[in-house]
């Protein structure tokens, strides 16, 4: 079946090999940035900021994105 998606990598969003090409994607994609915007700025990955109020009794959890395939 033709991908619906047409630019779409198969290989890459296997899932088993999406994680790697992910994090690595999000390393070069900062490294880049990081040039572009120092000295007055820094870029961080897997930073979370919460913002939340005394009356939040919920516990806050990291979301990690997870790729599934439909279909």
């Not at 090409?21 to 994609?29: F, G, P, S, Y």
């Not at 490294?31 to 939040?56: K, M, T």
Request: charged share 25%; aromatic share 10%; net charge negative.
């Amino acid at each position: 079946m033709k991908s619906p998606f047409p630019g779409m990598d198969p290989f890459l969003e296997d899932k088993v090999e999406w994680p790697s090409v992910h994090a690595w994607l999000i390393v070069e994609i900062s490294n880049q940035l990081a040039e572009a915007v120092a000295p007055d700025f820094f870029v961080r990955i897997e930073q979370r900021v919460y913002i939340v109020s005394e009356d939040d009794a919920l516990e806050r959890q990291p979301i990690v994105p997870v790729m599934t395939h439909c279909g």
